[in-house]
């Protein structure tokens, strides 16, 4: 289509929206101080063209079959823009050019029987499937880097599948199509009043599909924290034919189907519809900031808001080295966010309480101007802002790989009683990896959800590295933090998936007999072993 935009082959986002040299010059000089750099000793590098990159030939042909082939492409650009998610690592081998294992074939099917014939022909001709719907992992969910076993790698594009097919206004449902990305998702919702209100920072280029089979965190911090929580029913297009789960709002017949899916990575099938659970478009918040000298504190505050039952929609705590990052604070001081929304009434009661309890644990309040008010989604120019820094925030690590430094995310849970000690440890063990490999850095954590048993922490690592070492430097990193996490006993990953990346920690966390489990499913799903093999199992 003339005119549609183009993503980036290498990195986050689209070409016509990448970091400009003055964004680029105002980060190297907010963050080159505290990295030992300064602003005019950084000259920012420029990503490798693709036609200059040693790309390997496709290992197999397109399938013989005239209808399929039309599907197949095997264009350099297509295998480019197909061979890695958007994780750190992901993003500076693109724009190095360092092209290993991209997919043999990229796949566009249309429809499921499509679908369903390109799975057969991976199935017959022993060639690994690979789904993809936005393509914004980051734990090498999309990376066709599958070994020997197979004569060669196919990525799926779902990218056709992106419908809304069906609303039930009285339920407060819609059948969408899964390879929807989440603009076009909220745009088709928008005349019916309605939302998913599911907002992960990688809304903007990531897909329903994606968000299910990674179980995906979203906009709320409490209650309804994950994807999981809207899923009515699922439709799911496997080897051995095509399954969909009854939709019902509730059931206690047996271990529930949807959940099988829900999660599994892309391993047991590919999900090409889902009924999904909406919710009424917000009209009244309220939100106020509360800034702590102490984080410990902040995490106390945060805690007796995640066990009021108020279910604030945001409970967002960001440390002291995150609130300067994100220019919440410019004293060192830990700043808890809260917001509070409805589309039935108002909201200002909620806020009141949880800024009490803030207050009571030594918080600075500011309540923002008109929080007790109604206001539509569309109004106001900070929702606006919020909304253009939220979905610019990917874009940074474009920079980062740019101008030569480290920085990347993990993330996890724990529970409120071992929290002092696991984030002690985790920091220590990120910092001294850091030290040691790239001469210093930085740790920063926020939670991004929070339960009445625990929050989940979001850490950011950013660091120098020697020139050429920047890989090394994030390995180094990422190693420390998988073991430090799973160690202390957290989770390795809260809503970023398992992965290639995570599924070393993944296996010292799950039950073995689990693991049993789920290779039997695998078997009866997938007999060849073709789906997206070496993400889970």
Known sequence: MSGARVRSYWGWGFEDAQPTADEIARTVKRFGPILGRRADEVKARTPRPLDEVDFPAPRIAAPANAELAALVSAERRDRAAHAYGRSFADVLRGFCGDYPHPPDLVARPRDERELLALLEWCSDQRVAAIPYGGGSSVVGGVEADVGDAYAGAMCIDLGAFDRLLEVDQRSRAARIQAGILGPALEDALRP?????????????????????????????????????????????????????????????????????????????????????????????????????????????????????????????????????????????????????????????????????????????????EGAQGAAREEDGAAAKAWRETFLRAPYLLNTAVAIGVVADTFETAITWDRFADFHEHVTRAVGKALGEVAGGGFVMCRFTHVYPDGPAPYYTFVAPAPEGAQLDVWRAAKQAAGEAVVSAGGTITHHHAVGRLHKPYYEKQRPELFADALRAAKAALDPQGILNPGVLL
């Open 192 to 368: 019916h009043d309605l939302t998913l209100r599911h907002f992960p920072q990688s809304f903007e280029l990531s897909s329903l599909g994606g968000w299910i089979a990674t179980r995906a965190g979203g906009h709320f911090a409490t209650l309804h924290t994950h994807i999981d929580d809207f899923v009515e029913s699922l439709r799911v297009v496997t080897p051995r034919g095509t399954l969909e789960t009854r939709r019902l709002p509730g059931s206690g017949a047996g271990p529930s189907p949807d959940r099988m899916f829900i999660g599994s990575e892309g391993t047991l099938g590919i999900i090409t519809e889902a009924w999904m659970r909406l919710q009424a478009r917000p009209r009244f918040r309220a939100k106020a900031s509360a800034a702590f000298t102490r984080f410990d504190d902040a995490v106390e505050a945060t805690r007796a808001v995640a066990q009021s039952g108020l279910y604030p929609a945001n409970c967002r705590l960001l440390d002291g080295g995150e609130a300067f990052a994100s220019r919440a604070s410019k004293d060192g001081s830990s700043v808890l966010l809260l917001a509070f929304e409805s589309a039935d009434h108002d909201v200002a009661p909620l806020l009141a309480r949880a800024v009490e309890i803030a207050r009571a644990h030594g918080g600075r309040v500011e309540i923002a």
